[in-house]
């Protein structure tokens, strides 16, 4: 499960546990902002893996509420001052971000939710060497859900 699914999960199941008397804090409450260390991370590429020596995630993190019930969520995930070396020791930067979305419609029973990662492996004087370009979209309306998943990276998204 990639980090940006688990972290919903974890803000879903938080939201839950806080039950009806949350409303209307949850209504207006401002973004959350973390910080988290990446450092020993893999990413699995096709030619290679990639080892993140250093550098960290910067989470931020919104949901809302209205007072029919319905709620929303938004969080984006990007690398900042992240390296990375392959197994011949090779330095790499990395470069972009996580998204992902969601809304739920509590008088419907109907929810959508969008990930998408966009993350380019970069090395100095060549460029990208490799990448991850995920978009995952799922639909639930009437008890039926509707899916998709594009990857057109060379790279799988980041599990940890």
């Not at 990208?128 to 370009?133: A, I, K, L, Q, R």
């Amino acid at each position: 499960m990639s980090r940006a699914i688990r972290l919903l999960a974890t803000v879903v199941a938080s939201a839950g546990l806080v039950g009806l008397a949350a409303v209307p804090a949850m209504a207006s409450s401002p973004a959350v902002h973390m910080v988290e260390d990446v450092t020993g991370d893999q990413i699995v590429c096709t030619s290679t893996t990639y080892t993140v020596t250093s550098g960290s995630i910067k989470i931020t993190i919104h949901e809302g509420e209205t007072a029919s019930g319905n709620s929303n969520v938004t969080g984006t995930l990007t690398p900042q001052n992240v390296v990375a070396e392959d197994p011949a020791g090779n330095v790499y930067s990395l470069r972009g971000a996580f998204w992902f979305g969601g809304a739920f419609n509590a008088q419907q029973g109907t929810f959508v939710f969008t990930d998408t990662g966009k993350l380019q492996i970069v090395s100095r004087g060549t460029g990208t060497v490799d990448s991850v370009n995920v978009t995952s979209h799922v639909t639930f309306v009437n008890g039926n859900a509707k899916e998709f998943e594009f990857d057109f990276g060379t790279c799988a998204e980041p599990e940890d």
